[in-house]
């Protein structure tokens, strides 16, 4: 693996990282006239149903493991995702909350897949769930009047990414495969189960009127989330970490929450509370020091 980004590689990661961070305004614009599942039904059937007659399904991988990552990512992240969001979850505070996928991610490795996590990863933790709990308790507070029940599912959506994560890596185990393909086939999964849950939840004839009801914005939105976030974000992603260490790109993830809350105070009036900023720079400094705690450690012993 190359130890250093080459220019185009960071042209890539940058592209991703902007896609990403913009993600959140995008998908507060969609639930504005479409409801969570029925929004999230239909990325997924964007991000896969024009694709699976010219893209083969991964060679190497079982349909299990691709229809569990497919459940856990499309019904759980995404699903918990927008019905937080449209349940009073800032935009901005979505995009720092959501990357606590990384430590239970940490956790879910430990228990399941026997990796011990290092002294410093557990300090990363600990500052981090310092900084959710300044978040949480902050709900109600400032001008984006983030509500209890949106904090809750956002950290639940958090869960369920962690468990795509694991799914992922059971995925390399059984062998190599093309990134878009897989993104492609397991788009599959998720789309009859959230057809359901919206319909359960929605009914059918609120269902027929937002369809009815799709306009240009609502088709953009449903474009930029199945192309642009989820077809090329994950594309690339998935490509850079084929080349490259983790602990060369996964740092740069660090920027996707200072995009997020960029673009939503830019874009949509949000302004967090001093609680909330508070909380966000215990979220990113558990971050740091999670992913750098390692370097900083070995510089240490060296001095």
């Not at 011990?116 to 557990?122: A, G, K, L, N, T």
């Not at 490509?239 to 809350?261: E, I, W």
């Not at 509370?273 to 240490?300: D, I």
Request: hydrophobic share 55%; with cysteine.
């Amino acid at each position: 693996m190359s130890a250093a980004l080459s220019r185009a590689d960071w042209a890539k990661a940058l592209v991703v990282v902007l896609v990403w961070g913009l993600n959140f305004v995008v998908m507060k614009w969609g639930l504005a006239t479409v409801s969570p599942l029925l929004l999230c039904a239909l990325r997924f059937m964007a991000a896969s149903l024009p694709f699976v007659l010219f893209v083969r399904p991964p060679r190497h991988l079982s349909w299990g493991v691709m229809a569990g990552y497919g459940l856990a990512q499309g019904v759980g992240q995404f699903g918990l995702l927008f019905t937080g969001m449209q349940l009073g979850m800032p935009a901005g505070m979505a995009s720092v909350v959501l990357q606590t996928q990384a430590f239970i991610t940490m956790l879910l490795a430990a228990a399941f897949l026997g990796e011990v996590p290092h002294r410093w990863q557990w300090l990363g933790l600990c500052i981090a769930i310092g900084g959710l709990v300044l978040i949480g308790a902050a709900h109600g507070d400032g001008a984006s009047g983030m509500t209890l029940a949106g904090f809750v599912l956002t950290v639940s959506a958090a869960a369920m990414w962690s468990t795509s994560n694991l799914l992922t890596r059971v995925a390399a185990r059984q062998g190599p495969y093309e990134p878009v393909s897989f993104i492609v086939w397991t788009s599959l999964f998720p789309i009859v189960p959230l057809l359901l849950l919206s319909w359960w939840v929605d009914g059918a004839d609120t269902m027929a009127q937002q369809l009815r009801g799709l306009g240009w914005r609502e088709l953009g939105v449903v474009a930029y989330l199945a192309l642009l976030s989820t077809l090329l974000g994950y594309g690339l992603w998935t490509r850079l970490l084929q080349r490259y260490a983790a602990s060369t790109v996964a740092p740069l993830s660090l920027l996707v929450p200072v995009v997020g809350l960029v673009s939503a105070m830019l874009l949509l009036g949000e302004r967090p509370s001093v609680w909330q900023w508070l909380g966000t720079l215990g979220v990113l400094l558990g971050m740091m020091v999670n992913q750098f705690g390692g370097l900083w450690a070995r510089r240490g012993r060296r001095i």
